[in-house]
């Protein structure tokens, strides 16, 4: 971080020879810190509403729990996803508060810096094999200040359970649709509301369904209207793209 940039233009607004606008546009592409095996951006929020969100996968655990201390450091939260029960015990050594959802796999500390969201993610998984993906989404929504419900197990093979569940369909400003096998849920759901539909496609399936491949290509080929659809497994992407939908409907006071 240049922090004699930041002077600098600390400074011109109190000359007045700099607006407070064009100082906060600046501020946004300040540079990130260096830590030799990751570049950490602590402007994220500032950009997009949101700190940076460490992807454990792939990573050392002393590499996730230097870049989560860095990441302390600057925000009011942190949130790590793909972290495995290892992972957590290390960061909680040294993040006590730190909290751990086994089930989405997510690392949360502190709390989240934005006022909530006065729009509702649901989040509609159609099977229990699907929960991974659909509680990661559901996490991290919720993280990012979004009031979150779910409605879970109510895939096509038993549409009446869907069919028995509308009020809550009908009241979320959008809907996140979890689904694997072939994937026709989120059609069935984009057919039914007028909100936006995030549409995530898993990889839970018979040999078929190509780890994923054949729920995603469903999911595209959908012939009801409004939806968007994400990566294979991608419940972190359906996440902040909801939102970020959800923000435009305004914040709480």
Known sequence: MDLNRIKELLLQVREQSLGVEDAFRELRELPYQDLGFAKVDHH??????????????GK??????????????KNNVVLATRAEEAVFQKVQERFPAAGYYPLARCIVWGSPVLPRKTGKVLVVSAGTADLPIAEEAAVVAEVMGNPVERLYDVGVAGIHRLLGNRPQLTEASVVIVVAGMEGALASVVAGLVERPVVAVPTSV?????????????????????????????????????????????????
Do not use: K, W
Request: glycine residues 14%; hydrophobic residues 45%; proline residues 3%.
């Open 205 to 253: 399936g018979y040999g078929a369904s190509f780890g994923g491949l054949a729920p995603l290509l469903t999911m595209l080929n959908s012939c009801a209207s409004g939806i968007g659809v994400v990566n294979i497994d991608n419940g972190f992407g359906a996440a902040t793209l909801a939102n970020a939908i959800n923000a435009l409907g305004g914040y709480a006071e």
């Open 60 to 73: 050392t655990v002393d590499q996730v729990c230097s870049i989560f201390a860095t990441l302390a450091e």
């Open 44 to 57: 994220r929020h500032l950009r997009s509403g949101f700190p940076e969100v460490i992807f454990c996968q």
